[in-house]
């Protein structure tokens, strides 16, 4: 396929009948294992470094995937490095540590970086690997761990045509629904305003719970008319739906630290524009006082919790 002008094409593959590119992933957990499956399973030549878990990468070598011990040892067995990783310095620590992507990436290799980073992280990558001749692409994903198993992400991808031509093929082995965001770094830029407001509505509903228990009208009651009108969402009901079902709080399966991780980057975004956000700093402080109170390692749905400690009112049904 064609790739933009100054950019070599991509190393053929090892098998010279092969059709299709060889992907390196590193952070093969939660989402990371769902993606990695989905490309072995339909047949890209796959290799895996750990970055946390043991087990995922066990699992992805019995399914044929190939292990590499170091980040460098993927730029050299790849044409395209996808990462899964937390957030900014685990993006540049994969790429620039020691034995990173870059001091071992040949021109023409793909970087996809999947993990929710910052955009001005974005921009110093994609231009300290364009230097080297390599493509660095913003998609980052939706949904969860169970769709990541399925293959039914969610992603937004920051690209040129040619490159998301090229990634499509690839991106729809473990992607539902994939959006081509505009340019490169419009798909973190996309990414993050999408969690603003996901956020914003989580926060907002573990507030107004919080004081429906504290007047004392019922909360089913509340969920009821909600429920019925255009203020539902699918985020409410795994929030509040789930909480009514037995005090269930796992419904979204998104840590809270980080959400605040994901709203501080977004906050930081919006003030390197010069543009107000008064509601985002308000949710970002929100999310930070839940990990304050010791709930960073659970998911969305305990700023409920949260506003229990905060409020000394009971919401949750135990």
């Known amino acids: 396929m064609r790739v933009p002008r100054g950019f070599p094409p991509r190393h053929p593959p090892e098998d010279p009948l092969s059709t299709k590119q060889r992907i390196g992933i590193v952070g093969a957990g939660l989402m990371g294992h769902g993606i990695a499956k989905n490309l072995v399973?339909?047949?890209?030549?796959?290799?895996?470094?750990?970055?946390?878990?043991r087990a995922p990468i066990d699992d992805l070598v019995k399914r044929g995937a190939k292990e590499v011990p170091t980040n460098a040892d993927l730029a050299r067995n790849a044409d395209i490095v996808i990462l899964c990783v937390t957030g900014a310095p685990q993006v540049e620590e994969v790429i620039f540590g020691p034995e990173g992507v870059a001091g071992a990436a040949q021109p023409g290799l793909i970087v996809v970086d999947t993990s929710t980073s910052e955009p001005a992280t974005t921009t110093r990558m994609r231009e300290a690997l364009a230097a080297r001749e390599v493509r660095f692409v913003d998609a980052p994903l939706a949904r969860t761990p169970?769709?990541?198993?399925?293959?039914?992400?969610?992603?937004?991808?920051?690209?040129d045509d040619a490159t998301f031509a090229e990634l499509k093929p690839v991106l729809a082995a473990y992607c539902e629904n994939i959006v081509h965001a505009g340019p490169p770094g419009h798909g973190i830029v996309l990414k993050l305003i999408n969690n603003f407001i996901a956020q914003a509505i989580c926060t907002a509903t573990a507030e107004g719970v919080a004081a429906a228990?504290?007047?004392?009208?019922?909360?089913?009651?509340?969920?009821?008319?909600?429920?019925?009108?255009?203020?539902?969402?699918?985020?409410?009901?795994?929030?509040?739906?789930?909480?009514?079902?037995?005090?269930?709080?796992?419904?979204?399966?998104?840590?809270?630290?980080?959400?605040?991780?994901?709203?501080?980057?977004?906050?930081?975004?919006?003030?390197?524009?010069?543009?107000?956000?008064?509601?985002?700093e308000a949710v970002h402080q929100s999310l930070v006082t839940a990990n304050?109170?010791?709930?960073g390692d659970r998911y969305v749905a305990s700023l409920i919790e949260a506003q229990e400690r905060i409020g000394n009112v009971k919401i949750v049904p135990r």
Do not use: C
Request: hydrophobic share 45%; no cysteine.
């Open 146 to 159: 169970v769709e990541a198993e399925q293959g039914r992400l969610n992603t937004m991808v920051g690209a």
């Open 213 to 280: 228990a504290k007047s004392g009208l019922s909360i089913r009651k509340l969920h009821e008319v909600i429920s019925a009108g255009a203020v539902n969402s699918g985020l409410f009901q795994m929030l509040v739906g789930r909480m009514l079902e037995g005090g269930d709080l796992t419904g979204l399966r998104f840590t809270l630290s980080n959400a605040a991780k994901d709203l501080r980057y977004y906050t930081h975004f919006t003030e390197s524009m010069m543009l107000p956000s008064v509601v985002g």
């Open 41 to 53: 399973e339909k047949g890209f030549p796959l290799v895996v470094r750990a970055h946390r878990n």
């Open 292 to 295: 304050a109170l010791g709930f």
